[in-house]
């Protein structure tokens, strides 16, 4: 299984990025699997951002309710998490993850197996 994050970059405060993540690799069409966001800023833990269970099931993080939207687009095995409303704390590299295949209705993060390579977003102010 493979990902890749695209759409980083700079922002001011108050601006908008969409970041992409394509998704390859599952093989079993019966299977379903979890996809999220994550960041970590520089000096802090690694967080959650947002996550999409098997079932389709969106969970937020309480810093991205309200401003982040993650959306999938399954023919195209592509993730997105759309930003909104950024704040200079946003700044952070952002992964996107996904489980194993399997039957998921929900997402424990220890169970993230597979990760991106990262991307940056800067929200300057």
């Known amino acids: 299984v493979q990902l890749a994050e695209s759409g980083g970059g700079s922002v001011q405060a108050g601006g908008s990025l969409r970041l992409s993540c394509a998704v390859s690799?599952?093989?079993?069409?019966?299977?379903?699997?979890?996809v999220g966001w994550f960041r970590q800023a520089q000096g802090k833990a690694r967080e959650r951002v947002a996550d999409?269970?098997?079932?389709?099931?969106?969970t937020y993080a309480d810093p991205a309710k309200g401003r982040f939207t993650i959306s999938q687009d399954n023919t195209k095995n592509i993730v997105y998490l759309q930003m909104n409303s950024l704040k200079p704390e946003d700044t952070a590299m952002y992964y996107c993850?996904?489980?194993?295949?399997?039957?998921?209705?929900?997402?424990?993060?220890?169970?993230?197996?597979?990760w991106g390579q990262g991307i940056l977003v800067t929200v300057s102010s």
């Open positions: 999409i269970d098997g079932e389709g099931t969106i």
């Open positions: 690799g599952y093989t079993d069409s019966n299977d379903n699997y979890c």
């Open positions: 993850a996904s489980t194993r295949g399997g039957s998921w209705s929900f997402c424990p993060m220890n169970q993230f197996e597979f």
